[in-house]
């Protein structure tokens, strides 16, 4: 009886210890990406770009390259919003105590809707691509995104995107929780 004691504390012991280690936690892994998506990313800067507000102003345009910040992705889909430079997201308003640096509810809605752009990549068909994420992308990333500026008919821009290149991912406080 002492010995299986003996052994069955010897076993919970070692599986306590082996449970604990020195290591790093591991931060989540990145959304997987399909070919399309990845085809997306723009391997060098596409060059001159202006705000959103400049090209929601231009109106419809073909070879268009817009700056912005990441704002919202839609989960599933090649569809992101990005926000004018010049509206500043939270966490360059509030960086010490913001938990959701990557909004601008700093901002009334009516400026949020000013300075946004719906960007879509799209198939052959004309739908937004399918897709768990956009590759490397990520909220309050500074991305130039090029393509087409759209008006529908009741005056909404969109951005019909073909490439998507990162110019820089703020440096933001540890204990923010990125959304996943």
Not at 112 to 131: C, M, Q, Y
Request: proline share 7%; net charge negative.
């Amino acid at each position: 009886m002492n010995s299986l004691r003996y052994s069955v504390t010897l076993t919970l012991s070692l599986l306590m210890f082996a449970g604990c280690s020195a290591e790093e936690p591991k931060q989540p892994a990145a959304p997987k990406t399909n070919d399309a998506a990845a085809r997306l990313v723009l391997q060098s800067d596409p060059g001159d770009a202006i705000g959103v507000v400049e090209a929601k102003e231009n109106g419809q345009a073909d070879g268009v390259i817009v700056e912005g910040r990441v704002h919202d992705m839609v989960k599933g889909f090649a569809v992101v919003k990005i926000m004018d430079t010049e509206l500043k997201y939270c966490g360059e308003v509030h960086a010490e105590d913001c938990e959701t640096p990557w909004d601008y509810c700093c901002d009334s809605p009516d400026r949020r809707k000013d300075n946004s752009l719906l960007v879509e990549f799209r198939d052959a068909a004309g739908k937004p691509i399918a897709t768990p994420a956009l590759p490397n992308t990520r909220h309050c990333d500074l991305v130039k995104v090029r393509g087409k500026m759209t008006v529908d008919e009741h005056g909404s821009h969109v951005l019909v995107a073909d490439g998507i290149f990162q110019v820089e991912r703020p440096e933001l406080p540890e204990f923010v929780k990125w959304p996943q």
